[in-house]
T-cell receptor, first 116, second 112 residues
Framework: AQSVTQLDSQVPVFEEAPVELRCNYS??????LFWYVQYPNQGLQLLLK??????LVKGINGFEAEFNKSQTSFHLRKPSVHISDTAEYFC??????????????FGTGTRLTIIP | NAGVTQTPKFQVLKTGQSMTLQCAQD?????MSWYRQDPGMGLRLIHY???????DQGEVPNGYNVSRSTTEDFPLRLLSAAPSQTSVYFC???????????FGQGTRLTVV
């Protein structure tokens, strides 16, 4: 079964500074990888996803992530953050060969706080 | 489009009471799931369904039942509420595991 680790529960960053949110996964098979964002008192919405192909994927709001198979990582980055990026960010994984294991598994989340 | 609709938004239950959280989607998605969100624990999968008539357990299924009689609806039943079930519950639907999951706005449940 797959699992996701987000080591940083909280990340404070000054406005206009760069940020990296870390995500590592484990799975015995190939995976699909996702980043979701949750603004206060709302449901989750998709930021970006990796299915196959280019290991650098770009998402909404200027975010990007890089898939690194050898390090089993999918870190999220943004070169310059804005106050509006304050939210909780979740990494998620599902197995490509998923028969009998059709699950989307989430990490514990990273709370990003932007400091003015 | 309504997307994924969850009702109610807020609910307070007494220990031992039962209730059903409703979830409906209008996107003709086969895959639906229920998660609970607790501080520091992220989203944990309770039950999921890959189509009408098919359900399976997730990570934390105890104390919850589901059924999927139609593609659109996926209700979550709490059989006998316990304080440990105090949480925010999210329903999600997607076309397939490689596609975007659409979430409802959540149900904040308090069991006293």
């Amino acid at each position: 079964a797959q699992s996701v680790t987000q080591l940083d529960s909280q990340v404070p960053v000054f406005e206009e500074a760069p940020v990296e949110l870390r995500c590592n996964y484990s799975s015995s098979v190939s995976v699909y990888l996702f980043w979701y964002v949750q603004y206060p008192n709302q449901g989750l919405q998709l930021l970006l996803k990796y299915l196959s192909g280019s290991t650098l994927v770009k998402g909404i709001n200027g975010f990007e992530a890089e898939f690194n198979k050898s390090q089993t990582s999918f870190h999220l980055r943004k070169p310059s953050v804005h106050i509006s990026d304050t939210a909780e960010y979740f990494c998620a994984v599902s197995d490509v060969a998923n028969f009998g294991n059709e699950k989307l598994t989430f990490g514990t989340g990273t709370r990003l706080t932007i400091i003015p | 489009n309504a997307g994924v609709t969850q009702t109610p938004k807020f609910q307070v239950l007494k220990t031992g009471q039962s209730m059903t959280l409703q979830c409906a989607q209008d996107m003709n998605h086969e895959y639906m799931s229920w998660y609970r969100q607790d501080p520091g624990m992220g989203l944990r999968l309770i039950h999921y369904s890959v189509g009408a008539g098919i359900t399976d357990q997730g990570e934390v299924p105890n104390g919850y039942n589901v059924s999927r009689s139609t593609t659109e609806d996926f209700p979550l039943r709490l059989l006998s509420a316990a304080p440990s079930q105090t949480s925010v519950y999210f329903c999600a639907s997607m076309l397939g595991l490689q596609t975007e999951a659409f979430f409802g706005q959540g149900t904040r449940l308090t069991v006293v």
